[in-house]
């Protein structure tokens, strides 16, 4: 009888499992997890040496991209055998995105949006993957941001043989790495990268990670890492990003050196400020500065911030209200260099680029997805921190930069920090060697027989 109960128990757990959360569904099949985790630590350093790959040996770079397919076959498949509706509906809905896209913009830009989409989705499903504890994914990143930064100094230096090299792909024709020039005529460098977007996301997010990876605190080496960073990205001119790490940098492991607490966690409702803070930006910025020519009010060299305020967003934002796009957007591929509608090339805004796309009830529910991760997500050990840090730097970097859509990089961190922030509240990872052991944190009911057992020893 208690057999009994104890099975019909546990079927009942796994159902509501699988109907309550399609994440935690995913992370609960540690072969599909690990095969998602893979997939996407490949395609982040693809796109680490996206400028080698695509000159040298081009028939590797969409290998990651049919590997992604593989991915979501997979999940698809698990969703199907055990009858996980939400995941079906959300891949329902997305047919439905690509469908209503293909209608008015080319089969080519649309797979080439659904593309950054699927970065975002793929990182989150590995993000909510990863167990507590495990530190692969973390230490992946900072060789990366590693790598990046050696790949920036080499471009400095010496200068990248690729440039203006031109890579034939299977859907179109590009140069192997994008050349960007500054308005005072300085080479926007991207060292082994896509392009200085793309390279300078990857760095920054390199570093937040080296730090997550010495326990959250601020030490010579991550100092070091750091500096390095802060100095590469002033060197491909992303001054913003630079800007953005420094803040985040202080505040998430700066600030705890003056108020100490265990791991530094007691900065983390700093950074869920700055989140906030950055995910409205992202919507009010471009509409109170609408026209604005800040630059030349202040008397301070920032033109291609005075390019945003007074003429790409005044040129987007009408559109924006344009029925029925207001409702269901331009679709994947009406946005940015696949435009085929004047005036939507460059929008260079995380929210009006969403909203263009795909509407305006699904981007309000993205954000807001967000800022509940945001503000509501438990610090369990330095890798939630690190990832509170990292959506907190690219959304900040959405404020003023088109940061899902550039080379991917940034959809990529984006999905992986939401992913951990969402992952189920009890789940570690094995000791041994795929992962570290987990917390020593005591649990409730630990707590409670400690108390217990020290009540009976004070009354003995």
Not at 199 to 228: D, E, H, N, P, W
Request: hydrophobic residues 50%; positive net charge; contains cysteine.
């Amino acid at each position: 009888m208690s057999q009994s109960i104890t099975s019909e128990r546990s079927a009942s757990l796994r159902q509501r499992a699988s109907t309550r959360s399609w994440a935690v569904t995913v992370a609960r099949d540690d072969r599909d997890r690990r095969i998602v985790l893979w997939i996407l630590l490949i395609l982040l350093f693809r796109q680490t040496l996206a400028g080698p790959i695509r000159a040298y040996v081009p028939f590797l770079w969409y290998i990651p991209d049919f590997a992604m397919l593989v991915g979501f076959g997979v999940l698809i498949y698990q969703a199907a055998r055990d009858k996980v509706v939400p995941l079906l509906v959300f891949c329902g809905l997305l047919s439905l995105v690509f469908i209503y896209s293909t209608m008015s913009n080319s089969l080519v830009a649309v797979s080439l949006q659904a593309r950054q989409a699927g970065y975002l989705i793929l990182a989150a499903l590995a993000g909510i993957g990863i167990r507590r504890g495990n530190t692969t994914v973390t230490k992946a990143i900072a060789i990366s941001g590693g790598i990046a930064i050696l790949g920036v100094y080499y471009d400095y230096i010496f200068g990248v043989p690729w440039a203006n090299a031109i890579f034939d792909g299977l859907l179109q024709t590009k140069e192997v790495a994008r050349e960007w020039w500054g308005a005072a005529g300085m080479r926007r460098l991207s060292g082994f990268g896509l392009s200085s977007t793309d390279t300078s996301v990857i760095i920054a997010v390199g570093a937040l990670s080296f730090c997550a990876l010495t326990r959250s605190q601020l030490r010579l080496t991550s100092a070091v890492y750091a500096a390095a960073a802060v100095h590469t990205l002033l060197l491909t001119t992303q001054k913003a990003t630079a800007g953005w790490l420094v803040i985040v940098l202080v505040l998430a492991y700066a600030v705890p050196i003056a108020f100490p607490r265990r791991d530094g966690f007691s900065s983390a409702p700093l950074l869920r400020m700055l989140g906030l803070a950055g995910l409205a930006g992202c919507i009010l910025i471009p509409a109170i500065f609408f026209g604005v020519r800040l630059g030349q009010d202040l008397d301070i060299h920032a033109p291609t911030l005075d390019q945003r305020m007074a003429d790409v967003w005044p040129t987007v934002i009408p559109k924006l209200w344009a029925f029925p796009q207001l409702i269901a957007g331009y679709g994947l591929g009406g946005v940015g260099h696949t435009a085929t509608i004047p005036g939507l090339e460059t929008v260079d805004n995380m929210f009006l680029y969403t909203a263009l796309s795909v509407g305006m009830p699904l981007t309000l529910a993205i954000f807001g997805a967000f800022a509940y991760g945001l503000w509501k997500a438990p610090m369990r050990d330095a890798m939630d921190f690190a990832a509170l840090a990292i959506a907190s730097l690219v959304i900040l970097n959405g404020i003023t930069a088109n940061i899902l859509a550039a080379g991917g990089v940034g959809s990529m961190y984006l999905g992986l920090a939401a992913g951990i922030l969402l992952r189920p509240t009890r789940r570690s990872a094995p000791s041994g060697p795929t992962g570290e052991a987990p917390s020593s944190t005591p649990s409730g009911s630990g707590r409670r027989r400690r108390r217990r057992s020290s009540s009976s020893q004070s009354a003995g």
